[in-house]
């Protein structure tokens, strides 16, 4: 039973893995057992990355994930290095915190193109690679399902990757390829180190999250482990909230 958890065989590529949730995806899937192609646009990150994986199964690839170009040269590179692409994580991510009122139009095309073109093009180029089936896992977020105070740019891009992780479900279950989000919440990272040592904001945070804490990384990626696994087989279309229930808050 427990050998269905294994990515043993397998390929992956992590798309953002030099950092944050990425880097704990890609650690997680290189301990699963998978062959690796590490995704991102800072050298030095990837490097270290790699260095503390340290298997001689996992590589990496300085890429522009919003550049399709540089999408299919990591996608070919992969194909090279591996021989096959098995599973994608798409991972990669930014935020720009402006108000609505604020928020300018280069922002708008700057979050989208990064956070949702991205995994369109990702996706695309990708699925061509997936001789006999797949598994392919967007990263999005609870503000793409719950209204947050703000980000509206953000919220919809994160949207996006929800309704796009269905409707290629959808259109590739017949490949034999699954694709399904998992919608994070707070997770210490480096980009939120500076918001969650505000105590009030923290305190917000924990007053609509039933467990009343932020999340640690292995949590994060231990589920995409699982949904690129073969216990997740006959899973597709779905985003799993990894919220410490904060999408299920309701009266307390």
Known sequence: ???????????????????????????????????????????????????????????YIVADITVREQIQNAVEKTIEQFGAIDVLVNNAGMNIRSSLADASDDEWHKIMDTNAHSVFMFSQEAVKKMKGGGSIINISSVGGERALKTGVVYAASKAAIIQMTKVMAMEWGPQNIRVNAIGPWYFKTPLTEKLLSDQDYLDSILAVTPMKRVGELPEVATPVVFLASEAASYITGQTLFVDGGMTIHGFS
Do not use: H, P, W, Y
């Open 1 to 59: 039973m427990l050998k269905s958890f294994s990515l043993e065989g397998k390929t992956a590529i992590v798309t953002g893995a030099g950092k944050g949730i990425g880097k704990a995806i890609a650690l997680a899937v290189a301990e699963a057992g998978a062959n690796l192609m590490l995704v991102a646009r800072t050298e030095s990150d990837l490097v270290a990355v790699q260095k503390e994986i340290g298997n001689g199964r996992t590589a």
